[in-house]
């Protein structure tokens, strides 16, 4: 069965860094864009950043510039490094895979983050 783990969440202060993986399971084959989103309390879940399957990425306009998303293809794994985290961060992060042949979507479970001011 298809599966996303994710690891690298916590607690940390404003200005601070935390780096974000989600590994997906060998089963989901082939070349797949690969992304990260994020749901704070009592808002809806928006997109935060991607990397296609070509390797280019695109970011939501509130981390540009401090968030860097990435891939390892060999690992089947993507990555987000936050930097200069802001309270306004705090959320609970999902990573998202889409395969590009099928367009069939996967979730991880989700990692929470919490900023402090």
């Known amino acids: 069965q298809a599966q996303l783990v994710e690891s690298g969440g916590g607690f940390v202060q404003a200005g601070g860094s935390l780096r974000l993986s989600c590994a997906a399971s060998r089963s989901i084959i082939g070349n797949k864009h690969m992304g990260w989103y994020r749901q704070a309390p009592g808002k809806p879940r928006e997109w935060v950043a991607q990397v296609t399957s070509g390797g280019s990425t695109n970011y939501a306009d509130s981390v540009k510039g401090r968030f860097t998303i990435s891939r390892d293809n060999a690992k089947n794994t993507v990555y987000l490094q936050m930097n200069s985290l802001k309270p306004e961060d705090t959320a609970v992060y999902f990573c998202?895979?889409?395969?590009?042949?099928?367009?069939?979507?996967?979730w991880g479970q989700g990692t929470q983050v919490t900023v402090s001011s």
């Open positions: 998202n895979i889409v395969t590009v042949i099928g367009g069939t979507s996967y």
